[in-house]
């Protein structure tokens, strides 16, 4: 079966970084992306991330802020988690 898709995604890899939207303690969690679009972003995360959860995405090497997304999807990936993310 073929997936219907809006936008075409371009394989991306990078490391970043991201918070939790309402976590006041501003932990950062780490992540590796898998590919972009123009509205959404792929993701491999060792933290958890549930369907509807807010995220600010931040840059290593400085937590200047980069962009903010709303968990699309999520599905476990060996230990890991595969996650879709909406970016606004």
């Known amino acids: 079966m073929k997936e219907a898709r809006r936008e075409v995604r371009t394989p ?3 490391d970043l970084a991201f918070v939790h939207y309402g976590d006041r303690s501003g932990k950062r969690h780490f992540c ?7 509205s959404g972003i ?4 060792d933290s ?9 995405f931040t840059r290593m090497h400085d937590g200047g802020m ?3 997304a709303v ?4 599905m ?3 230990d890991r988690f595969r996650v879709g993310l909406f970016l606004f």
């Open 12 to 14: 991306y890899q990078t």
């Open 32 to 38: 590796t992306t898998v590919d972009i679009s123009d």
């Open 42 to 45: 792929g993701i491999i995360s």
């Open 48 to 56: 958890f991330l549930r369907f509807g959860q807010f995220v600010e």
């Open 66 to 68: 980069v962009a903010n």
């Open 71 to 74: 968990v699309q999807w999520s």
């Open 76 to 78: 476990p990936l060996g």
